[in-house]
């Protein structure tokens, strides 16, 4: 299959890229990490205005019409920033969701203010037990027994829960789910769409892990030589980037496949986070050692993609329980 993108989607990716380092650089994760209050919507209302919180909502509703595809390169971007931004939930999971199997009312509602960036969502699947950034979202999508339910401020509450990265806001929350707030909506879709959307930022992580340790030994000398000129080194750095290399169109694969509505989107979607997973694993632990002890200290910006790539190897199910689920399919597909 030919991966390539085209220059539309080149192009949102190129401009995501450029927004996000501009707009969220180091220094504003490290003062995140120190923040007590809600989070400023600055950078989400940026982000609106650049038309990338419209991809998935249809034309019709305000938005760019896209896909999954189409998302794919923007969520490597945000990877590849630590982008805080609860975007996979907004954009990757709920937006599509509402427009496929919310009420009229509710896509009315919703979908022109995701656009807009004047709503932000955040999604609460049935096994997990936090939530991003609830405490500043409009809406709450919940997935219980594969039904999903959009739940509005005011009828979920939220409880801050601290975490390994700061950066990242997460809440424990109880939401009173009834007849007004269901959907006709595939709650089994909802959590393969975040299978794949949290494979591609992770697959960000890893790029840019990558990149920084490559700075890094290329700038540092012992025994009179770049650190980067030793065999050791140069063997471990790229092993990386082959791991990187394959995980990252495992990840646009199953974007396809979810656009397509393809069966295999579920097999596709799992073997991409077992992919991103061990790429990142692999990445985080060689450049934490390729960067001696300052990587995981305060003052390097490195812990803050260290911590993001740990965080996202669990997110949305660890390689261990999605080789499970692939068994499964394979002895018995109606276990998976």
Not at 90 to 119: C, F, N, V, Y
Not at 155 to 179: H, K, M, P, Q, Y
Request: net charge negative; aromatic share 6%; with cysteine.
């Amino acid at each position: 299959m030919d991966f390539e993108f085209s220059e539309e989607q080149e192009a949102l990716r190129d401009l995501a890229r450029d927004l996000f380092q501009r707009e969220s650089p180091p220094s504003r994760l490290r003062a995140m990490w120190g923040e007590e209050e809600p989070r400023d919507d600055k950078v989400w209302r940026t982000i609106a205005e650049a038309g990338l919180l419209g991809i998935t909502v249809p034309e019709e509703f305000g938005g760019l019409g896209g896909d999954e595809v189409d998302l794919a390169p923007v969520l490597e971007e945000a990877g590849r920033a630590a982008l805080p931004e609860p975007l996979v939930e907004t954009i990757a999971i709920a937006a599509p969701a509402i427009a496929e199997g919310g009420s009229d009312e509710q896509r009315r509602e919703w979908l022109p203010r995701i656009a807009a960036g004047e709503a932000l969502v955040t999604v609460s699947f049935g096994d997990e037990r936090w939530v991003l950034d609830a405490d500043v979202s409009d809406l709450l999508l919940v997935e219980r027994g594969d039904a999903v339910h959009l739940v509005p401020k005011g009828s979920f509450t939220s409880r801050r829960i601290r975490s390994e990265d700061g950066a990242r806001r997460l809440f424990e929350v109880d939401a009173t789910l009834d007849d007004s707030t269901a959907t006709t909506a595939d709650g089994r879709l909802a959590r393969f769409r975040a299978v794949a959307a949290t494979a591609a930022v992770l697959n960000g992580v890893a790029m840019k892990l990558l990149e920084l340790t490559l700075e890094h030994v290329k700038s540092r000398t012992q025994f009179d030589r770049s650190v980067g000129s030793f065999q050791a080194v140069k063997h471990k750095l790229a092993e990386v980037a082959v791991e990187i290399d394959a995980a990252r169109p495992a990840a646009w694969y199953a974007a396809y496949l979810i656009a397509e509505r393809d069966p295999g989107a579920v097999d596709a979607s799992r073997v991409a986070k077992i992919a991103a997973n061990d790429a990142a694993h692999r990445a985080n632990v060689e450049a934490l050692q390729l960067h001696g002890g300052i990587g995981f200290t305060w003052e390097h910006d490195l812990h803050f993609w260290l911590k993001r790539g740990l965080a996202l190897e669990a997110a949305c199910g660890a390689s261990a329980d999605h080789r499970r689920g692939l068994a499964a399919h394979v002895f018995d597909p109606r276990d998976a």
